[in-house]
């Protein structure tokens, strides 16, 4: 077997460590670990650190941009095919019908105006990804996200209104403050709507999020360590 270059060797190490990470959380937590998904954030960084990751048996990355998303996924897609891309980023309308083509879990669906593109872009490409929709868990002004009070209608309009294919909730809570309570509030309204994904939780605090019933955790400095500088 060929050395692992330095970078390679770094991926596959803190790769294992938030694997052991995750089943030490669901051991507290008296959960199952094949029952949390790690999505491995791989924003920023290059076609090659997410081959390093796939070698070590990871399937399913996230990506803030739809256009970088694309540059690298398609031909990692022809030599892995479980692999599974979930787009988390702030989702712009004219960006629909190229996520809905590339994506198979779009995490960002948060606005109405959104939601009428996604539709259309389903049936111009005749594809449908499954939809997360992203609560303002914390209704923090800067954040993107629909409102908590105005979450449950726009959850009853996804589904009934615009037939989306929503399967869950994703949020970001504040920065500061303990995170719990935010994502006891975020399970809570899955269970009303009867929704079973929870995607919360990233690399500072993912054991909380576990604890308070995520299913998908997004982890990428973990992993891949800090963003690339800029050229």
Sequence with gaps: MPELSPTDAAIATNLGRIRDRIAEACLRANRNPASVTLVAVSKTHPAAAVAAALACGQTVFGENRVQEAAAKFPDLRLGHPALRLHLIGPLQTNKARDAVRIADVIESLD?????????????????????????????????????????????????????????????????????????????????????????????????????????????????????????
Excluded at 129 to 156: C, H, M, T, Y
Excluded at 166 to 180: F, H, S, W, Y
């Design 111 to 231: 606005r109405p105006k959104l939601a009428l593109a996604l539709r259309e872009a389903m049936v111009k490409e005749a594809r449908q990804p499954s939809f997360l929709i992203q609560v303002n868990i914390g209704d923090e002004p800067q954040k993107a996200g629909i409102a908590r009070a105005e979450a449950d209608a726009f959850i009853r309009a996804c589904r009934e209104e615009h037939g989306l294919p929503v399967t869950g909730l994703m949020c970001i809570p504040p920065v500061e403050g303990d995170p719990r309570p935010h994502f006891a509030a975020l399970a809570a309204m899955a269970a009303r709507h009867g929704l079973t994904t929870l995607s919360m939780g990233m690399s500072g605090d993912f054991e909380a999020a576990i604890a308070e019933g995520a299913t998908h955790i997004r982890v990428g400095t973990a992993i891949f360590g800090g963003r690339p500088a800029p050229a």
